[in-house]
């Protein structure tokens, strides 16, 4: 009986404090508010709520404005932000395809636009922002852009020449009146005149005036010269 009076009087010789509202305050926010009032934080657990950036407190007891002893521990649930999940690879889906599978990976369909293209056929998809294996937070949006399949007469697209070799690359572009820039690589594995870059990139829109950069192997050149 002796002890418990005497814990009942340790607990009620500490000073009442009023406990501050530390809801949507950060961690180190939080703190810094019960500190000064020599009050302890606990956290109870963690919930997904993309209205509330994570780290940040969601929930707190006893709740702002009660009063309690010093040293009380102030209870709080932080956020977790938005729920995430991983935007699947819609490349070159139909676009009925693309939706279906965003819809069932919790996302959902964007902006479409479309694009001629020599490289797939029309109503594929071309490209995907943000891309395949991107983080995002459940129920975003996909952006794609979906082939309109080959260009009418008078507009050029620019072909896909990686790992084909220079000399296709020059025949066209020849027959089209285009300037090519040639780089060698002596460095690529490659054989010689296989092209493993080029601008601009494949199936953009381009004219008699642009000039085109392709970067070539140049290993077995390379080799000669060394001799």
Known sequence: IMLRWGMRAIVHSRELRIVPDIQSKSIAGALDLLGPLNLAL??????FN?????????RQRPPAGTKVREIKAIRVVVS????????????????????????????????????FSLQM??????????RAESSVE????????????PPPEGVIL???????NVVEASSWA?????????????NSRFSYGTIHAQTPDPDV????????RLTISGQIEAKKSDR
């Open 121 to 130: 056929e029309k109503g594929m998809v071309l490209s995907q922002e943000p």
């Open 138 to 149: 459940k129920n975003s949006m996909v952006n794609i852009v979906v082939s309109a399949g």
């Open 50 to 58: 993309s209205s509330v950036p994570i780290g940040s407190i969601l």
């Open 80 to 115: 977790q932000g938005g729920e995430t999940v991983f935007t699947p690879n819609l490349m070159t889906l139909p676009l009925r395809n693309a939706e279906m599978l965003l819809r069932q990976n919790q996302l959902m369909l964007g902006e479409v636009m479309d694009n």
């Open 42 to 47: 606990m956290k109870d657990g963690a919930e």
């Open 205 to 212: 829109v381009v004219k008699r005036s642009t000039v085109i």
């Open 158 to 164: 620019m072909p896909d020449f990686l790992r084909r």
């Open 174 to 186: 020849s027959s089209q009146g285009i300037k090519l820039t040639i780089e060698k690589d002596t």
